[in-house]
């Protein structure tokens, strides 16, 4: 059985269509509904979903989609659609299991029986309880991995403040798309930021490229996501060649920005 709904992202839906027409939103939804119910959209099918003057339309949002053996996705509601089949298998399972599996109490018995074996006297030693050396589950799973990344997150000295990067731009949209991008490197090239300082020196090199212009930065950022891009290049026109930059001369930032900078490296 088909499913007949998919998930609606309202702060990255509204970043990614920020730069369309009501008229582009309409037809984008369209082709997202029919993409999810047919599980795709036969290139010659466009037209006839979209009505006349669909041309432009589709001049304006195609780079939304990509396009295998004459049908095209949107890739992020292919991901979309994976994820909420493997969870509903996942939960066929569990329920075939009889829910969640049961606590193994298989430490328990062997501490035990080793205590037994020993012939422990209780008024002689302290009493031991065999729970506390039985592993919780989960407790200690990949802590290495997370020992290093724990401790930046706590922040210096115990002070429990959590470091977060400066953006170049305050505004909800650019925060916004600056999290789509850093879940789009982590979904699609397993990469995610080790630390504030990389994460900052990221920020900056965008403003750079976007010579000091949210807009373009926003672009840049839709650029790299649809082309599959790792990193941030200066925006193309239709042509592939290179559009010139909204501003001339050096990158100038606001004066709140170069401060709080300041202020993180003064901290160390």
Same mark, same amino acid.
């Given at each position: 059985?088909?499913?007949?709904?998919?998930?609606?992202?309202?702060?990255?839906?509204?970043?990614?269509?920020?730069?369309?027409?009501?008229?582009?939103?309409?037809a984008y939804i369209k082709l997202l509904?029919?993409?999810?119910?047919?599980?795709?959209?036969?290139?010659?099918?466009?037209?006839?979903?979209?009505? #006349?003057?669909?041309? =432009?339309?589709?001049? &304006? !949002?195609?780079?939304?989609?990509?396009? *295998? /053996?004459?049908? @095209?996705?949107?890739?992020?509601?292919?991901?979309?659609?994976?994820?909420?089949?493997?969870?509903?298998?996942?939960?066929?399972?569990?329920?075939?299991?009889?829910?969640?599996?049961?606590?193994?109490?298989?430490?328990?018995?062997?501490?035990?029986?080793?205590?037994?074996?020993?012939?422990?006297?209780?008024?002689?030693?302290?009493?031991?309880?065999?729970?506390?050396?039985?592993?919780?589950?989960?407790?200690?799973?990949?802590?290495?991995?997370?020992?290093?990344?724990?401790?930046?997150?706590?922040?210096?000295?115990?002070?429990?403040?959590?470091?977060?990067?400066?953006?170049?731009?305050? #505004?909800?949209?650019? =925060?916004?798309?600056? &999290? !789509?991008?850093?879940?789009?490197?982590? *979904? /699609?090239?397993? @990469?995610?930021?080790?630390?504030?300082?990389?994460?900052?020196?990221?920020?900056?090199?965008?403003?750079?490229?976007?010579?000091?212009?949210?807009?373009?930065?926003?672009?840049?950022?839709?650029?790299?996501?649809?082309?599959?891009?790792?990193?941030?290049?200066?925006?193309?026109?239709?042509?592939?060649?290179?559009?010139?930059?909204?501003?001339?001369?050096?990158?100038?930032?606001?004066?709140?920005?170069?401060?709080?900078?300041?202020?993180?490296?003064?901290?160390?």
């Amino acid at each position: 059985m088909k499913d007949p709904a998919f998930p609606f992202y309202a702060q990255d839906f509204l970043v990614g269509t920020m730069h369309m027409t009501f008229e582009e939103i309409g037809a984008y939804i369209k082709l997202l509904a029919y993409q999810w119910v047919n599980l795709g959209i036969p290139k010659n099918r466009i037209g006839s979903v979209l009505g #006349s003057g669909w041309e =432009s339309i589709w001049q &304006s !949002i195609s780079d939304k989609f990509i396009e *295998k /053996e004459n049908v @095209f996705y949107n890739e992020r509601l292919e991901i979309e659609r994976e994820k909420r089949a493997q969870f509903k298998q996942k939960q066929t399972e569990n329920g075939k299991k009889g829910g969640r599996p049961k606590a193994n109490t298989t430490n328990d018995q062997s501490f035990n029986s080793e205590l037994e074996s020993l012939n422990i006297n209780k008024n002689q030693n302290p009493i031991i309880n065999p729970k506390q050396n039985q592993k919780k589950p989960l407790e200690y799973e990949n802590e290495s991995e997370y020992e290093n990344v724990n401790a930046v997150e706590k922040g210096k000295e115990g002070t429990g403040e959590k470091p977060i990067a400066v953006y170049p731009f305050e #505004s909800e949209a650019f =925060s916004g798309q600056w &999290s !789509i991008w850093k879940q789009y490197r982590a *979904k /699609e090239h397993k @990469f995610r930021f080790r630390s504030v300082m990389s994460e900052q020196a990221a920020l900056a090199e965008l403003g750079t490229l976007a010579n000091g212009s949210e807009t373009n930065a926003i672009a840049i950022m839709h650029q790299s996501i649809a082309k599959g891009w790792k990193g941030f290049f200066e925006l193309k026109n239709d042509h592939g060649t290179t559009k010139p930059p909204a501003g001339k001369g050096k990158v100038q930032y606001s004066d709140d920005f170069k401060r709080k900078i300041a202020e993180r490296l003064r901290s160390g």
